[in-house]
Nanobody
Framework: QVQLVTSGGGLVQAGGSLRLSCAASGSISSINVMAWYRQAPGNERDLVASITSGGSIRYGDSVKGRFTISRDNAKNTVYLQMNSLKPEDTAVYYC????????WGQGTQVTVSS
């Protein structure tokens, strides 16, 4: 079983920054994709960013230029550096691992005040 533990959420003012971390443990395949999704009340769960074990990155249009995804394969950890935060970034952020085994992390609340 794969377990994902997410941390780093919180309350921040518009224009501020937060860094989310997601550490995976368990039977993790060497080839995988780790991603961040977010879901605001009443909205779909949308892709924020993804990164493969080989380093290929994709961003959602709304966060391009502001967010940076990275990973440490040795630590099985993915990060999301969020800069220039906007109130519309307010959501629950979820970590996702896709591979031979897939899992969702527990969401962490990010709230951006105006």
């Amino acid at each position: 079983q794969v377990q994902l533990v997410t941390s780093g959420g919180g309350l921040v003012q518009a224009g501020g920054s937060l860094r989310l971390s997601c550490a995976a443990s368990g039977s993790i395949s060497s080839i995988n994709v780790m991603a961040w999704y977010r879901q605001a009340p009443g909205n779909e769960r949308d892709l924020v960013a993804s990164i493969t074990s080989g380093g290929s990155i994709r961003y959602g249009d709304s966060v391009k230029g502001r967010f940076t995804i990275s990973r440490d394969n040795a630590k099985n950890t993915v990060y999301l550096q969020m800069n220039s935060l906007k109130p519309e970034d307010t959501a629950v952020y979820y970590c996702r691992l896709q591979g031979r085994s897939s899992a969702w992390g527990q969401g962490t609340q990010v709230t951006v005040s105006s």
